[in-house]
């Protein structure tokens, strides 16, 4: 007979039984959630324990609240960011198994960020400041690359269904900037995450307001963006640019900077091979076109084209 709390494999017929050594698991058997809630906070049995409940994310009920409500267990995901941080000031190279243990413990956030129920609780505890410095960080390697996306994705849950509390709290810490910096030196799921983040931020009126005013910033968020056609050129991913093209619509909707707009905009927007690019999206040319009507209201150039309906048709817009 087995000792109470050693881990036991039966076989589904019965005939084979194996007992764990002392303070061992069953190889290829996932323990419980319970026993990963005690083994994460075993120094020892911490890394396996964080990827086994990051893989839990997606499918146990509640899971925000037993994150966010079991004692000790929020200090213990930001004990292990901490533990990174000296890679970024030392400029040293995060060993893979760090950066998978990392990326884990933060992905454990994500429905914490989901939930309505305690993204307020988290946001006014200032959690999300610890994935600042991943996004701060210009090192392009690929597990910094790897850690700015997930903390990316923190960000995208928090904006995800527009929760105006959860813009001002982001707002107010500046992730303004950090998404631009992610844009300019992020792989392209990095920028496809930072473009969302500001499409969503853009959406609202209070994130409107804020990147209209100042002028400057106005300007340097529309310099990042329009970069984008650039960089990507040689290699365009149609989805980032439909994110991107969304956000200069939103714009363009506020009467305040359409007129100023136009000059900002990228001149793969505004030519016919551009447009050619997207003839299979009707919503994406459409957006196209409403940009142009917004800031010039010159679209006659482009009807020959035969994809660009009349400008009271919005079909598609909305």
């Given at each position: 007979?087995?000792?109470?709390g050693?881990?036991?494999?039966?076989?589904?017929?019965g005939r084979?039984?194996?007992?764990?050594?002392?303070?061992?698991?069953?190889?290829?058997?996932?323990?419980?959630?319970?026993?990963?809630?005690?083994?994460?906070?075993?120094?020892?049995?911490?890394?396996?324990a964080?990827?086994?409940?990051?893989?839990?994310?997606?499918?146990?009920?509640?899971?925000?609240?037993?994150?966010?409500?079991?004692?000790?267990?929020?200090?213990?995901i930001?004990?292990?960011?901490?533990?990174?941080?000296p890679?970024?000031?030392?400029?040293?190279?995060?060993?893979?198994?760090?950066?998978?243990r990392?990326?884990?413990?933060?992905?454990?956030?994500?429905?914490?960020?989901?939930?309505?129920?305690?993204?307020?609780?988290?946001?006014?505890?200032?959690?999300?400041?610890?994935?600042?410095?991943?996004l701060?960080?210009?090192?392009?390697?690929?597990?910094?690359?790897?850690?700015?996306?997930?903390?990316?994705?923190?960000?995208?849950?928090?904006v995800?269904?527009?929760?105006?509390?959860?813009?001002?709290y982001?707002?107010?810490?500046?992730?303004?900037?950090?998404?631009?910096?992610?844009?300019?030196?992020?792989?392209?799921?990095?920028?496809?995450?930072?473009?969302?983040?500001?499409?969503?931020?853009?959406?609202?009126?209070?994130?409107?307001?804020?990147?209209?005013?100042?002028?400057?910033?106005?300007?340097?968020?529309n310099?990042v963006?329009?970069?984008?056609?650039?960089?990507?050129?040689?290699?365009?991913?149609?989805?980032?640019?439909?994110?991107?093209?969304?956000?200069?619509?939103?714009?363009?909707?506020?009467?305040?900077?359409?007129?100023?707009?136009?000059?900002?905009?990228?001149?793969?927007?505004?030519?016919?091979?551009?447009?050619?690019?997207?003839?299979?999206?009707?919503?994406?040319?459409n957006?196209?076109?409403q940009?142009?009507?917004?800031?010039?209201?010159?679209?006659?150039?482009?009807?020959?084209l035969?994809m660009?309906?009349?400008?009271?048709?919005?079909?598609?817009?909305?």
């Amino acid at each position: 007979m087995s000792p109470v709390g050693t881990p036991v494999w039966v076989s589904p017929n019965g005939r084979v039984r194996i007992t764990a050594p002392p303070g061992r698991r069953i190889p290829g058997v996932v323990p419980s959630l319970e026993e990963l809630l005690e083994d994460v906070f075993d120094p020892i049995k911490r890394g396996p324990a964080l990827v086994y409940l990051a893989m839990k994310r997606r499918t146990v009920q509640d899971y925000s609240l037993i994150i966010w409500n079991t004692p000790g267990f929020v200090a213990l995901i930001l004990q292990e960011i901490l533990r990174i941080y000296p890679y970024i000031d030392h400029e040293e190279q995060i060993p893979d198994d760090d950066c998978l243990r990392v990326s884990c413990a933060i992905s454990l956030f994500q429905p914490v960020a989901k939930d309505s129920r305690v993204r307020v609780r988290f946001l006014r505890a200032e959690t999300h400041r610890y994935l600042y410095p991943f996004l701060d960080n210009p090192r392009r390697s690929t597990n910094f690359d790897k850690l700015r996306l997930t903390s990316l994705g923190i960000i995208g849950f928090l904006v995800k269904e527009v929760d105006l509390e959860a813009v001002n709290y982001l707002l107010q810490s500046e992730v303004i900037p950090l998404c631009l910096h992610c844009i300019e030196v992020g792989t392209d799921w990095c920028r496809i995450a930072a473009v969302f983040i500001l499409e969503k931020i853009l959406s609202t009126d209070i994130g409107m307001q804020y990147t209209c005013v100042p002028q400057e910033r106005f300007v340097e968020i529309n310099r990042v963006l329009s970069s984008l056609f650039t960089l990507t050129r040689n290699r365009p991913s149609s989805r980032l640019l439909r994110r991107v093209i969304y956000c200069f619509y939103l714009f363009s909707c506020n009467q305040r900077v359409a007129n100023s707009l136009y000059g900002l905009l990228p001149d793969a927007l505004k030519d016919e091979s551009f447009v050619y690019m997207f003839r299979d999206s009707v919503e994406t040319v459409n957006f196209v076109r409403q940009v142009l009507w917004n800031t010039t209201r010159i679209y006659n150039r482009y009807d020959h084209l035969g994809m660009i309906p009349e400008p009271d048709d919005t079909t598609g817009l909305y």
